[in-house]
């Protein structure tokens, strides 16, 4: 697969990632923000932005850092 079907995939997903129940969702968020993704840019990826913004507060909580918005 080129790097280009790779991204297209990655951002199919990413798009796709508000059909997933709130359990699966929130497990893809925070494997995002602890990857580096800001919880704004995790939130606009995946049309969640106030999942992104708990598992974000959540990561914070337990002492994980999160790239600032």
Same mark, same amino acid.
């Given at each position: 697969?080129?790097?280009?079907e790779q991204?297209?995939?990655?951002?199919?997903?990413?798009?796709?990632?508000?059909?997933?129940?709130?359990?699966?969702?929130? #497990?893809?968020?925070? +494997?995002? @923000? &602890?990857?580096?993704? %800001?919880?704004?840019? /995790?939130?606009?990826?995946?049309?969640?932005?106030?999942?992104? #913004?708990?598992?974000? +507060?959540? @990561? &914070?909580?337990?002492? %994980?850092?999160?790239? /600032?918005?």
């Amino acid at each position: 697969m080129s790097p280009t079907e790779q991204i297209a995939r990655h951002e199919e997903s990413l798009m796709t990632l508000h059909r997933y129940d709130d359990a699966t969702a929130k #497990a893809i968020i925070r +494997a995002a @923000l &602890r990857f580096g993704f %800001t919880e704004k840019i /995790a939130g606009d990826l995946s049309g969640r932005p106030d999942l992104a #913004a708990q598992c974000a +507060a959540d @990561l &914070r909580a337990e002492g %994980t850092a999160v790239p /600032a918005r």
